[in-house]
């Protein structure tokens, strides 16, 4: 039990709103049951989990060899976090070291995310890659953290299981997955002139991208894609918000046949 807010195994967890340290550490903040669970089965590090005094009939699913659990009494963990601990549970993990585009080559649908800034809608977009059998993601400079507390959340821990990528240079990973390793790019815009998304095949391999919600996607983004498709809509709407249209997208392009 811990009993002091002083403690230093807590540390990852102080005032989570406003923390920005765990990044610049290697860490990252898993929240709520399922999500704390698809931590545990992953192959990520797992620092510590955090159990507060009303959840305690969960640690025999939590406890693993070796593994530091944390109990906290329920009037300190709202203090410590610096919002009310409503999940009860949260484990620390540690950053793995991004995957280089060799990992990524053997998927047959990858999905590149440019300037996604919105970390609800990269959690979201994060989901639908794993519901749609996704291979693995590539961000460009500007997004959001992938394994920040809000993606993470959102994603209900899917970001786990599935290689993220965090690309210095976006247009070049594309041109390399292109080129050396024979992928078919598809920019995802809105316009009356681009292949309508209904229907579209995919004959080998490809990135599928999206882009900013107010701005789409980058003009020299979309010169380098070999296509451009759209989801055709009535003329009152000028856009579907980036996470539904990737997840009608991604199912029209899922090589699971969903």
Request: proline letters at 5%; hydrophobic letters at 45%; one cysteine or more.
């Amino acid at each position: 039990m811990v009993d002091r807010l002083e403690d230093r195994r807590l540390d990852p967890y102080r005032s989570l709103k406003t923390a920005t340290l765990n990044r610049r550490a290697g860490l990252f903040i898993a929240e709520g049951d399922k999500v704390v669970e698809r931590l545990l089965a992953s192959d990520f590090e797992v620092v510590s989990v955090l159990v507060s005094e009303r959840r305690v009939s969960l640690l025999d699913q939590f406890e693993r060899p070796g593994l530091e659990v944390l109990i906290i009494p329920d009037k300190l963990a709202t203090e410590l976090v610096g919002f009310k601990f409503h999940a009860g549970t949260m484990a620390c993990g540690r950053r793995k070291s991004p995957p280089d585009l060799a990992a990524l080559a053997p998927a047959s649908i990858l999905v590149g995310c440019a300037s996604v800034d919105d970390p609800e809608n990269l959690g979201s977009i994060i989901r639908h890659c794993a519901a749609f059998g996704v291979g693995g993601l590539i961000l460009g400079p500007g997004c959001a953290d992938p394994f920040s507390r809000r993606v993470i959340r959102v994603s209900m821990g899917n970001g786990f299981r599935m290689p993220i990528r965090e690309a210095n240079d976006l247009a070049g990973d594309l041109l390399r997955l292109k080129n050396g390793h024979g992928f078919e790019l598809i920019a995802t815009v809105v316009g009356r002139d681009a292949e309508r998304v209904r229907g579209a095949a995919v004959s080998g391999r490809a990135v599928v991208l999206f882009g900013n919600e107010a701005h789409g996607l980058d003009p020299g983004l979309v010169d380098i894609c070999d296509r451009r498709v759209t989801i055709p809509m009535h003329s009152a709407a000028d856009s579907l918000n980036v996470a539904v249209a990737a997840a009608l997208i991604l199912h029209e392009f899922s090589p699971n046949g969903v």
